[in-house]
Each structure stands twice: as structure tokens, then as C-alpha cells.
């Protein structure tokens, strides 16, 4: 079994080892930070420990998925590892460089990969002599927990690199979708409505936060609005996200950052992590309440389902994954209800063309131009899948 090579024991990095660990790996654990280091030895320990008080491990098990984790202030040991995988700061100069440095330290048939969730892998690999072994794969914080990675060959990865990845990820228990290096990969870029387009009806005035949250959550089944997820995941992080595939994409209007995030971002309000985002969570505060009307709660649900649908059929018309994955990675990276091609089936194409045709004609903003595949399908009334050929 190879061993396996981890730089950055942050939030992914301490994951991912776990992962690599319970999967019966060596895992060797790199950070330039000792604390961070010392950190991610002792999380490891308290999670193992309550994995085995719960029954989920025992403890002979657990002892020895902390015995192979080894945690080490020098790189010289990833001489003797078969993939590394990369979970260091969002800084394109900063992982060139790593990568520059690994390439000095590890065998000839090391595999290098990036957790990245913006930069461009073609970048990263560049940094190398051998950039054909380099690689994104992408985890899901936290990485123990989510399902889906997404493997993302650059254009000068060998196709054989990319599929020894895949294997090698999948024998780790995890589902893995392929996807093109391109700005957010897949579930970072389709989900960009979820957020946008639930800020965006907010600041016409169309329904407050609860009420919004409450029409995806009750009348869509998703399992958390779009203003108690972004809290979740911090006005920061999240906006960033935005704006990264925003610039990403040149600037396209469909990717558009909000105001009323940025304000919150400046004002500190981050969400859960600062007791205040979109909610106030301090003890005893008054939040809105929704709504709770039908009639109103569809039609949010119905513009922001048909804008996430238009991403994902245009990731899909342009080539960024298959069908299938472009559906498992949505309903297994970010646990949507439902894949959102099938959807598109349910309501039925013509539908959503009408939808987002009425909703340009009535902004004329590129935004909610419709993807020239949905328009295709429904001049030829085509789905996207025969029905009972859906994965899940
Ligand atoms: N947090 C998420 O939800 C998430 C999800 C998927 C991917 N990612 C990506 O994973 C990577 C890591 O994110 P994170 O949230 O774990 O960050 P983090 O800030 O929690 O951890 C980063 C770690 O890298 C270390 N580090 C920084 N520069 C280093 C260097 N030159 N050499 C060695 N160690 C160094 C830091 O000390 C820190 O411990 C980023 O590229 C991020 O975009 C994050």
C-alpha cells in the first residue's frame, strides 16, 4: 500500500489524512506551522477516541489509524510516498512554490495533487518538471464525512495519472466525479445560484431571509436555506467563492457578487462563527419569521431552481463533466434533494426555458440568459435522461 504524503494540517489537510489513514495508509502530515501540526495530532486523537466510545471504531482500530498518521516538521519522508496531496493556503505563488520544492524531495512516480478549490490546476502543475503527474483533487469539508471528490485532470495531466487517482480514491470509499480544470470545478460553480439568486430577490424586496429560506427548505427540500447555509459556511468564505468565479470567468454577469454580502463581510457579520450573519445567533435574539405563503414561496423556489438548472446544463453543454456526475456531485457535495438535470426533466425543459426567457425578458441582463442546451433540447424535446436510466 502506498504511502500517502499530506501538506497543510488545516481544516482539509487533518481530514483528508484521516481519511487516507482509516483507509489503511501511512499518512505523513506536513505544515510549516508547529501549532497547527500539534493541532491536527490531538483532533485526530479526540475523534478517533469518540469514534470508538460511539461503537463506529473499536479500539484497536482507531489506536492504529493514529499510530500510522505520523505528524513531521520536515518533508525529507515524503521521499517514500506515492501521492501527496496539497491542503495549504489559497496562494497561487505560495502552492507553486511547494510544489516546486516537492518535486525536488519525492520519487519519480509520486503523484502530486492540489486540494484547490479556485486556482487553476494547469497553473499549479506548471510550478513541476513532470507536470503530467499533477493533479486537483478536490475534497468537501469535512472531508471524512462528504462523499464526493472531485478529480480534476490540468491539461498537461496524463490520462493514466488521472484514472490511478480515481481508483485510488474510490478504494477510500468516496465517489469520485471527474471534472475539467475550470473556475469552481462543478459543485462550486453550479451552486453559485443558490446563493446569488436567493440575495438577489431579497434585495428587490420580493421576501425577507426567512421567508426565502423557508420556501427551498419546506417547498424545495433543500436541507438548509441559502441565508442559514451561507452563515453556515461564512459570508467570508462564501464570497469569496463568488468572486473568485466571478473574475474567473472574466468577469460573466451570471456569477455576480452581492452587496448585501459584501456590506456583511465588511461589517464582521460572518455568520455562525461571529454570532452574527444574515440571522443574529445570540442567546435570546428575535429573527425574522416567514412568511409562510405559498403562493410567493414557489415562485422564489421556482427562480432560483431553474438558475441552478441552467448552470449545471451549461457545465453540461460545455463539456465540464458528464451528466451523471454533474448530478452526483450535487446531491453528494452539497446534498441537494435531487440531481438538477433530473429535476429539469421533472418540470419538463420547455418549462424551464419559458422561466428563464421570462425572467430575461423582464431584466434583460445576461444573467439569466438560458443555456443554448436547454433551448436545443426543447426545440427537439429531448431530456436529459430516458426515464429509469437516472443513477440515483
Ligand atoms: N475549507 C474548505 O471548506 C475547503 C474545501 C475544499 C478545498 N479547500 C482548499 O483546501 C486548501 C486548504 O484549506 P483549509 O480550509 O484546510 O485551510 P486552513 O487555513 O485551515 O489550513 C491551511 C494550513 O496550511 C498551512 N500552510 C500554509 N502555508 C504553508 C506552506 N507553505 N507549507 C506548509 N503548510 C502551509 C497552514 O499553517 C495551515 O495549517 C485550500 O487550497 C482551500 O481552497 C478548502
Redesign the pocket.
Known amino acids: 500500500m502506498i504511502k500517502i504524503g499530506i501538506?497543510?494540517?488545516?481544516?482539509?489537510?487533518a481530514g483528508i489524512a484521516q481519511v487516507a489513514a482509516t483507509a489503511g495508509h501511512e499518512v505523513f502530515v506536513?505544515?510549516?506551522?508547529p501549532v497547527?501540526l500539534e493541532r491536527a495530532q490531538s483532533n485526530l486523537l479526540a475523534t478517533l477516541n469518540k469514534l470508538a466510545e460511539k461503537g463506529k471504531l473499536d479500539d484497536r482500530t482507531a489506536k492504529a489509524i493514529f499510530g500510522r498518521t505520523y505528524y513531521l516538521s520536515e518533508l525529507a519522508a515524503f521521499s517514500e510516498t506515492g501521492l501527496v496531496i496539497e491542503?495549504?493556503?489559497?496562494d497561487l505563488a505560495?502552492k507553486k512554490s511547494?510544489f516546486k520544492q516537492l518535486e525536488g524531495i519525492v520519487s519519480a512516480d509520486c503523484l502530486l495533487a492540489?486540494?484547490?478549490?479556485?486556482l487553476s490546476v494547469a497553473a499549479i502543475a506548471a510550478a513541476c518538471q513532470r507536470p503530467e503527474r499533477v493533479l486537483g483533487i478536490?475534497?468537501?469539508?469535512p472531508a471524512p464525512l462528504m462523499q464526493l471528490v472531485e478529480v480534476v485532470p490540468a491539461i498537461q495531466t496524463s490520462p493514466d495519472i488521472a484514472k490511478q487517482a480515481k481508483l485510488l480514491i474510490e478504494s477510500w470509499g468516496k465517489l469520485v466525479v471527474l471534472a475539467k480544470d475550470t473556475p469552481g470545478f462543478i459543485v462550486n460553480r453550479v451552486a453559485r445560484p443558490y446563493y446569488g439568486e436567493a440575495l438577489r430577490i431579497l434585495e428587490e424586496g420580493i421576501a425577507d431571509i426567512a421567508t426565502i429560506d423557508w420556501a427551498m427548505t419546506a417547498l424545495g427540500g433543500f436541507r438548509m436555506g441559502p441565508f442559514t447555509l451561507m452563515d453556515f459556511i461564512g459570508n467570508d468564505?462564501n464570497y469569496t467563492v463568488t468572486e473568485t468565479v466571478f473574475q474567473s470567468f472574466f468577469y460573466d454577469p451570471r456569477y455576480k457578487p452581492s452587496f448585501t454580502q459584501k456590506r456583511l463581510c465588511e461589517a464582521g457579520w460572518l455568520g455562525k462563527k461571529t454570532g452574527r450573519g444574515y440571522y443574529d445567533y445570540s442567546e435570546g435574539a428575535k429573527n425574522p419569521v416567514a412568511q409562510q405563503d405559498e403562493e410567493l414561496g414557489k415562485i422564489i423556489f421556482a427562480r432560483i431552481l431553474v438558475m441552478l438548472i441552467n448552470e449545471a446544463a451549461d457545465a453540461l453543454y460545455m463539456r465540464i463533466a458528464s451528466r451523471d456526475d454533474i448530478d452526483l456531485a450535487m446531491t453528494k457535495g452539497v446534498n441537494y434533494p435531487k440531481g438538477l438535470l433530473q429535476w429539469a426533466d421533472e418540470i419538463g425543459i420547455e418549462n424551464c426555458v419559458h422561466m428563464l426567457d421570462a425572467l430575461h425578458g423582464e431584466y434583460l441582463e445576461d444573467r439569466y440568459r438560458c443555456s443554448p442546451l436547454l433551448r436545443k433540447m426543447a426545440k427537439t424535446k429531448q431530456t436529459f435522461f430516458e426515464t429509469g436510466d437516472q443513477r440515483h
Not at 501538506?7 to 489537510?13: K, L, Q, T, V
Open positions: 501538506i497543510g494540517s488545516g481544516s482539509m489537510g506536513f505544515d510549516s506551522n497547527a491542503a495549504i493556503v489559497e505560495v511547494v492540489t486540494n484547490t478549490s479556485s478536490h475534497f468537501f469539508n468564505v
